[in-house]
């Protein structure tokens, strides 16, 4: 899964680079697994107080151990596509740490099959966790931000929105909407201080896909993501990164 990161000597050279995000508060949903956790660990590293949600309370309690970050870390069990869990995520973390300053969308359901064979419960499932779950989070974070003068929306999309394979037109079609979704949510609260930012990984090295141990000699860590991130939030204040890109430097075939 990779290395889990926020513990002494990185925790404070990491502190040290992002002094701006000491003492603030994110929520990373899907942050008990894969990228989540290594987004967790990161802010968690970079002094923020960060809440991660996430479907499976056992894969919860298992990333609070390996987090070990006290009262710096809130764990809220639920489902970001049902509307009143979404909200109550928003809700509690506010409650725990006073306020709110990021929100990473990463939580996503792949199913995957060709269109003729696939199911409208499976159909629905992507979409309601992948696109209808971001908007719920987003639109009750959006005013907790202007509460706060602003802060960052970073929303995990894929390269798998623009490049079609068979098996995934479910899995492409809701990550394409969350480009545009993204994409639109940015120019509505640009004024108000707050950026949006997509971020297209390739493939990562997870257990998302299946096997997490294959294409590791290839394949990108969660924990790239996760600096693409800190890298983001550090940004000067004039400047707007809204779309990011990254894949794997060679591929698998390329020597």
């Not at 502190?15 to 008990?32: C, F, K, N, W, Y």
């Not at 005013?143 to 706060?148: A, D, E, G, S």
């Amino acid at each position: 899964m990779g290395t889990v990161w926020g513990r002494s000597e990185e925790m404070s050279r990491l502190m040290e680079m992002h002094p701006q995000l000491d003492g603030r508060v994110a929520i990373v949903t899907g942050g008990s697994r894969g990228i989540g956790r290594a987004l967790a660990a990161a802010l968690l590293g970079a002094g923020v107080r960060v809440a991660i949600s996430g479907r499976n309370e056992a894969s919860l309690k298992e990333a609070e151990a390996a987090l070990a970050a006290g009262d710096r870390l809130l764990t809220v069990a639920g489902d970001v596509g049902q509307e009143a869990e979404a909200n109550q995520l928003i809700q509690q973390t506010v409650a725990r740490f006073g306020g709110l300053d990021i929100l990473v969308n990463n939580a996503a359901v792949g199913l995957f099959s060709p269109v003729a064979e696939m199911s409208t419960a499976d159909w629905e499932a992507v979409f309601r966790t992948n696109v209808t779950g971001v908007f719920f989070a987003c639109r009750a974070a959006v005013p907790r931000l202007k509460q706060r003068g602003g802060g960052w929306i970073i929303n995990i999309s894929s390269l798998a929105s623009r490049n079609a394979a068979p098996g995934r037109a479910a899995y492409g079609a809701s990550k394409a909407a969350l480009n545009i979704f993204s994409e639109t949510l940015m120019q509505e609260t640009r004024a108000d201080n707050i950026r949006v930012t997509e971020i297209l990984p390739g493939s990562v090295q997870t257990e998302f896909g299946g096997d997490s141990s294959a294409g590791a000699d290839w394949k990108l860590a969660a924990e790239d993501v996760a600096a693409v991130v800190l890298h983001l939030l550090a940004h000067p204040a004039r400047s707007l990164p809204s779309r990011v890109e990254i894949r794997p430097a060679k591929p698998r075939g390329v020597r």
